[in-house]
């Protein structure tokens, strides 16, 4: 029986079933909005969520190229990688919910790591819904396992979370979505496009729930966001920060170029 923050965050990453880990987040989500689920608990978040035997996962360089066309199979894929992100996203988010628990937080970063959850688990249901309408389905095609890397060098401090899962990770998404959205309507599938939309827009908030909470550590820490975000990033993100930046997205969430432009690559 879930009877804290931490029991929700645990049951749903260690259930392995796609729908019933959205199940489980959205329940849970609207258990701590409306007050049913109040104390945040202890219980510790495992090393690794669960996953379903099918996608099988493979090693990020060992994935098929993945087509810039706009066939049948290429849009599959994409949307197909979309939904193992966001799966991935709502693992990430419960997991930053439960792991950090003890670092003196105030209620309003839970609730809003709790929300991202939430979203992420509507987009993933999105994407799989859309996927069905194509005669696919999510397990349909490979995934990479690289996605969880960076939960696992980032587990031991808080701040190095901040700095590469919302504030790189998410904001690549924002980088890249509205070239995706523009060939989708191109090749003529509107409806992808608009779906890819609406995670664009409401990742927004995600980055700027990563910047807030970020720069509210740092003034705890006493030091300074630019400088720190930057450090952070050269010691735990893999890859470089890669230009164009989409500067109107990212200053909606309150991230500036001052932190990103320095040192991109």
């Keep these: 029986m879930v009877t804290s923050l931490c029991d929700a965050a645990v049951a749903v990453l260690t259930t392995a079933a796609p729908l019933e880990k959205v199940r489980l987040t959205r329940d849970h989500a609207a258990a701590w909005r409306d ?10 978040p495992p090393e690794r ?7 099988p996962l493979m090693l990020p360089r060992d994935m098929p190229k993945r087509g810039r066309g706009g066939s049948a199979q290429n849009r599959l894929a994409l949307l197909h990688a979309l939904a193992h992100i966001e799966l991935n996203a709502i693992d990430l988010a419960w997991d930053i919910v439960c792991r950090f628990v003890g670092e003196g937080m105030p209620k309003g970063f839970t609730d809003d790591w709790v929300q991202v959850a939430d ?11 859309r996927l069905n309408q194509l005669g696919s389905g999510y397990g349909e095609l490979p995934a990479h396992d690289g996605l969880w890397q960076a939960a696992t060098t980032t587990a031991h401090d808080l701040a190095a979370r901040l700095a590469v899962v919302p504030m790189v990770l998410e904001a690549r998404g924002l980088d890249v979505t509205p070239e995706t959205v523009r060939r989708l309507r191109e090749f003529g599938d509107a409806e992808s496009a608009a779906l890819l939309q ?25 030091v300074d966001p630019v400088e720190t975000w930057q450090d952070l990033v050269k010691r735990y993100f893999r890859g470089g920060l890669k230009k164009p930046f989409n500067v109107i997205s990212r200053q909606a969430a309150d991230f500036g170029p001052e932190f990103y432009e320095p040192i991109a690559e």
């Design 119 to 129: 979203d992420e688990a509507r987009h993933f249901q999105m994407l799989e819904e």
């Design 198 to 222: 609406t995670i664009h827009d409401e990742e927004i908030t995600h980055v700027a729930a990563g910047r807030r909470w970020f720069g509210h550590l740092c003034a705890m820490r006493g």
């Design 49 to 55: 969520p669960a996953r379903p035997e099918r996608p």
């Design 35 to 44: 007050g049913r689920i109040t104390e945040f608990g202890s219980l510790s």
